[in-house]
């Protein structure tokens, strides 16, 4: 039996954090400790991470000591009261654990680590969110996703760039077809009802072959996948962990002719096509929250428009006070035209 | 007091100019056109040979005015002239032309003091028509030309998607006139 060991890579200083709340709240990577694996399980472990690092939902860092975002360990080994989540690894033999708990079976499995890490990620987000409602400052400007909505699963599925085509029932709505492969989607349901369509929590996912007549016949009326992406992006991402870090500058505009959008959209993407930016930078210089302008980002993020640059390249300037005759052009024209 | 703001609508004959401005402007759209003699070209039957006009009042009191230039080469001098005046250029490119990518060289080349200033946006017309080259290939060829700028692919008919060139122009503007590196970079590449 082995107890209290855990898996080597540790990241260099680790900054005080709020108990349960580590890296979920800021974007770095999060937080795994294992204990009570021997030594060729944790390898094991180690290139199973290795291998899910493009395709987890948030980036996850294996470290051998607490603060932990999660937690992984057998029973004989103890549990950190301190750590985010917790999750239990079964031996042969060993029963499950309580209802809701994370149960990771061994021999590992990659699927099975990959289940857990995006449980236990949105588990953390679910209480991110929470703990931002109950805290007293600053207000949301909007009703933040809770990583549990069609937006935030299709998200994700589209993120690993599947092969087979998708079918998603939506309840209340109507179905939606995505084909990635074909880099379009389709609804039986009229356009302007996509958002709410993606802020369902009631559906039905299902991965259908990309041959299959039945795509054939429904990807006739297809739309270009930017649609789809760019309202999954607005609605979700709240702030990935590049998001938080890097600078963006935009290489390419999304087609606000066709994609619906906000004025503050097309000034965002007039400040980035003219400056790298980070969120932080582009909230200050748009006007908006930060919030708005991490799912901007995102949006913009998974329809591929956006180079990443690294957070130490040149800083934008100060956004410059009022005084040429462009100033405020923009908002004027908004107002005769009703953008 | 209130200030005027110039914006060009330029392209090919046939790209929807005229239609583009009548979708903006407050007041009807006063044209001067002429039997097309280039039906080589463009099948309609008439052609715009003098500026269209167009206009927009702005809250206070100023007015943002539309010109929409001949896109016939022989009517160029008065590109020259409108485009010092110019805040920037909605540029619209037919999708259902013979060669719409040499006829966006081709007004890039010849709007180049604004395209220099990066004030100019581009509306792809009859995509319905014409479904290549799509927005990939546009922004390749805009790669190729080093230039990063919004290409729309727009119902000229459809108010709404005009708004969103129009708007789209006048935010670039305004960005590039509010950050200074901006401002820079337009000196040094001048």
């Not at chain 2, 180049?112 to 100019?120: F, H, K, M, N, S």
């Given at each position: 039996m082995i107890a209290g060991r855990s898996i080597a890579a540790e990241e260099s200083a680790t900054p005080k954090r709020a108990p349960g709340l580590h890296a979920a709240s800021e974007g770095?990577?999060?937080?795994?400790?294992?204990?009570?694996?021997?030594?060729?399980?944790?390898?094991?472990?180690?290139?199973?991470?290795?291998?899910?690092?493009?395709?987890?939902?948030?980036?996850?860092?294996?470290?051998?000591?607490?603060?932990?975002?999660?937690?992984?360990?057998?029973?004989?080994?103890?549990?950190?009261?301190?750590?985010?989540?917790t999750g239990l690894i079964l031996r042969e033999g060993e029963t499950a654990g309580s209802g809701d708990s994370l149960d990771l079976t061994m021999p590992l499995r990659v699927m099975a680590v990959l289940d857990v890490?995006?449980?236990?990620?949105?588990?953390?987000?679910?209480?991110?969110?929470?703990?931002?409602?109950?805290?007293?400052?600053?207000?949301?400007?909007?009703?933040?996703?809770?990583?549990?909505?069609?937006?935030?699963?299709?998200?994700?599925?589209?993120?690993?760039?599947?092969?087979?085509?998708?079918?998603?029932?939506?309840?209340?709505?109507?179905?939606?077809?995505?084909?990635?492969?074909?880099?379009?989607?389709?609804s039986d349901f009229a356009r302007d009802k996509l958002k709410p369509a993606l802020e369902q929590h009631s559906f039905v996912l299902t991965t259908i072959a990309s041959d299959s007549p039945e795509l054939e016949q429904q990807m006739q009326q297809a739309r270009p996948i930017d649609e789809l992406l760019w309202s999954i992006g607005l609605s979700t991402g709240g702030e990935p962990p590049a998001l938080c870090s890097a600078r963006f500058r935009l290489q390419r505009w999304p087609d606000l002719a066709r994609l619906p959008h906000k004025p503050m959209h097309i000034q965002a993407c007039a400040a980035l096509a003219a400056r790298a930016m980070s969120a932080d930078e582009l909230a200050a210089a748009v006007g908006v929250s930060r919030r708005d302008a991490c799912h901007f980002l995102h949006a913009c993020e998974l329809c591929g428009l956006t180079q990443t640059l690294p957070a130490d390249t040149q800083a934008a300037p100060s956004v410059l006070p009022a005084s040429g005759r462009f100033t405020g052009l923009f908002d004027r024209l908004r107002r005769s035209l009703g953008l | 007091m209130p200030q005027e703001y110039i914006v060009l609508v330029a392209g090919p004959m046939g790209a929807g100019k005229t239609t583009a401005i009548a979708a903006l402007s407050e007041i009807p759209v006063v044209r001067t056109e002429a039997q097309n003699t280039d039906l080589e070209r463009n099948a309609k039957a008439t052609t715009t040979v003098a500026l269209d006009?167009?206009?927009?009042?702005?809250?206070?009191?100023?007015?943002?005015?539309?010109?929409?230039?001949?896109?016939?080469?022989?009517?160029?001098?008065?590109?020259?002239?409108?485009?010092?005046?110019?805040?920037?250029?909605?540029?619209?490119?037919?999708?259902?032309?013979?060669?719409?990518?040499?006829?966006?060289?081709?007004?890039?080349?010849?709007?180049?003091?604004?395209?220099?200033?990066?004030?100019?946006?581009?509306?792809?017309?009859?995509?319905?028509?014409a479904m290549q080259p799509d927005a990939d290939a546009y922004y390749a060829q805009l790669r190729q030309l080093d230039r990063m700028l919004p290409v729309f692919q727009i119902d000229g008919r459809e108010p709404a998607q005009v708004r969103a060139l129009l708007g789209t122009l006048v935010a670039l503007v305004e960005a590039r006139a509010t950050f200074s590196d901006a401002r820079a970079t337009e000196g040094a590449t001048a």
């Open positions: 770095a990577a999060l937080r795994l400790v294992v204990d009570g694996l021997e030594p060729d399980e944790r390898d094991v472990l180690a290139a199973i991470l290795h291998i899910l690092e493009e395709r987890c939902a948030r980036r996850w860092q294996l470290c051998d000591r607490a603060p932990a975002d999660l937690q992984l360990h057998t029973r004989a080994a103890l549990r950190d009261h301190r750590a985010g989540v890490l995006n449980a236990a990620g949105d588990r953390l987000s679910h209480r991110r969110i929470l703990s931002e409602q109950q805290a007293p400052a600053t207000p949301a400007a909007g009703v933040e996703d809770d990583g549990k909505s069609l937006a935030t699963a299709l998200g994700r599925l589209i993120e690993r760039k599947p092969d087979q085509a998708l079918r998603v029932r939506i309840v209340g709505h109507g179905t939606l077809y995505v084909s990635w492969r074909q880099r379009r989607f389709c | 006009y167009g206009e927009i009042t702005l809250p206070d009191g100023g007015k943002v005015r539309l010109y929409g230039v001949p896109g016939q080469e022989r009517f160029d001098f008065m590109w020259r002239i409108l485009e010092k005046r110019a805040l920037g250029l909605i540029l619209l490119i037919d999708n259902a032309a013979v060669d719409p990518l040499a006829d966006l060289r081709h007004f890039l080349q010849s709007f180049a003091e604004i395209d220099r200033r990066g004030a100019l946006v581009i509306g792809v017309t009859r995509c319905d028509v």
